[in-house]
């Protein structure tokens, strides 16, 4: 068995919160409309963080057609190709296209508008949002 030293340690614990995920949600035990929409602010801990990672997910998936994520910044998109989360899946992960972070727009600062919303929501989606992982540059 390998003893961690003290700097080991503290370098897994200072990498661990280098990194914040937020899931936000357009809707709950209705089902999906593109009416929904989904917000959240970057908090001061965050600022000059980047987006590293967005992830669609669902409690119940699509019966029919597939739902599309979009993901703004104080109304400017920052994906490139959006989410999809397609028919009978409940998540993105797996998907055909994966979406696309857009790094000239991948930058927050503190107070900075994020907002969830759909161009198509499917059918019978419930709990619908994007998880989104900010990672400190």
């Not at 999906?32 to 959240?40: E, H, Q, R």
């Not at 970057?42 to 979009?70: F, K, M, Q, R, Y």
């Amino acid at each position: 068995m390998a003893i961690q030293t003290d700097s080991e340690i503290l370098a897994a614990d200072v990498k661990e919160i280098a990194a914040k995920t937020v899931t936000i949600f357009m809707n709950g035990a209705d089902s999906l409309t593109t009416a929904d929409v989904g917000y959240d602010w970057i908090p001061e801990t965050c600022n000059g963080w980047v987006l590293t990672s967005a992830v669609g997910l669902c409690s119940d998936g699509s019966s029919s057609g597939n739902v599309t994520i979009l993901v703004k910044k104080n109304g400017t998109s920052l994906l490139s190709t959006n989410i999809t989360i397609e028919a009978s899946e409940t998540s993105s992960r797996d998907a055909t296209t994966q979406p696309v972070i857009d790094t000239a727009q991948d930058d927050v600062a503190t107070g900075d508008e994020i907002e969830v919303s759909n161009s198509g929501s499917g059918t019978g989606v419930l709990n619908c949002g994007a998880q989104l992982t900010f990672t400190k540059p």
